[in-house]
């Protein structure tokens, strides 16, 4: 890694661009080349330095939302569909296989808790699932971590 890779990945940590063309704008900041900055970012990727780019979201937008944690017991048979019918859901953040009663598990976003419950049983319903858990969040904790890049 050299020192540009460093000031990607400084840049990218502190205040990756919500823009049509991020990566434009990262080169532009950085006094680079638009494809040289995301053959880079692919590159600091593929050497394990950047394990997935997402948003840092405001706690004011995070607050404008309701969230649950939704567990359920899938057929071992049906994982792969299941998974796959839960991930078409744009409110669904993250779905995680558990060794556990509960199997699969699951993140839910929705505008107030009654959208959330909806969506919840047209998933529960289409997949035939009768055994699950609801766990709804009380409160939000908006955790900032910043990694140094270390030369």
Do not use: C
Not at 38 to 54: S, T
């Amino acid at each position: 890694m050299d020192e540009v890779d460093r000031k990607i990945l400084i840049y990218i940590q502190n205040e990756f661009p919500i823009d049509d063309r991020p990566y434009l704008k990262i080169a532009k900041d950085l006094g680079l080349d638009e494809f040289e900055v995301m053959n880079r970012i692919i590159n600091l990727y593929n050497l394990g330095y950047i394990k997935k780019i997402i948003p840092k979201l405001s706690k004011s937008y995070i607050e404008k939302y309701e969230r649950a944690l939704v567990a359920i017991k899938a057929n071992e048979k049906d994982i792969v569909k299941v998974s796959e019918f839960i991930n078409s859901f744009e409110n669904i953040t993250h779905n995680y296989l558990r060794d556990h009663h509960y199997n699969i598990w699951f993140t839910i976003s929705g505008k107030n808790f009654e959208e959330i419950l909806k969506q919840i049983k047209i998933i529960t319903e289409k997949l035939e699932i009768d055994d699950y858990i609801i766990l709804r969040s009380v409160k939000s904790l908006k955790l900032d971590t910043e990694f140094e890049v270390k030369k």
